[in-house]
């Protein structure tokens, strides 16, 4: 039997994301594509890392902006470890920003509705 269904991901949660400036460090592109994937670190040194989702609803980020985007990670188990860091850091072959965690009494349902991707 096909399932033609269509699966909604969510975010888990919502950050502030931060890309630092070129100059800085960071990307010299911005991130427009819905999904763009990186590994997260707890810390800037930390070897413990983490994939993750970026969930842009139709906004691209360019280096040196912050904007409120929508976040999922690959193995739900490290939720709670990111969700609790409160500040974590985005990783491609470098720190290029940094994403501070909403808090959940910031978020409304519409909010979090509004972060949703559509995967075959």
């Not at 269904?5 to 931060?18: K, M, S």
């Amino acid at each position: 039997m096909k399932d033609s269904a269509v699966r909604t991901l969510t975010p888990h949660f919502i950050v502030d994301l931060t890309l630092y400036p070129t100059a800085q460090g960071g990307r010299k592109e911005p991130i427009s594509r819905e999904g763009f994937g990186c590994p997260c670190k707890l810390d800037q040194k930390s070897d413990y890392v983490a994939d993750c989702r970026l969930f842009l609803n139709g906004q691209s980020i360019s280096p040196g902006e912050t904007k409120r985007v929508g976040i999922r990670f690959s193995y739900g188990e490290v939720v709670p470890i990111f969700r609790s860091a409160a500040k974590f850091y985005l990783w491609d072959s470098r720190i290029i920003g940094e994403a501070r965690v909403v808090p959940t009494e910031e978020m409304s349902d519409r909010l979090s509705h509004n972060f949703a991707l559509k995967s075959p």
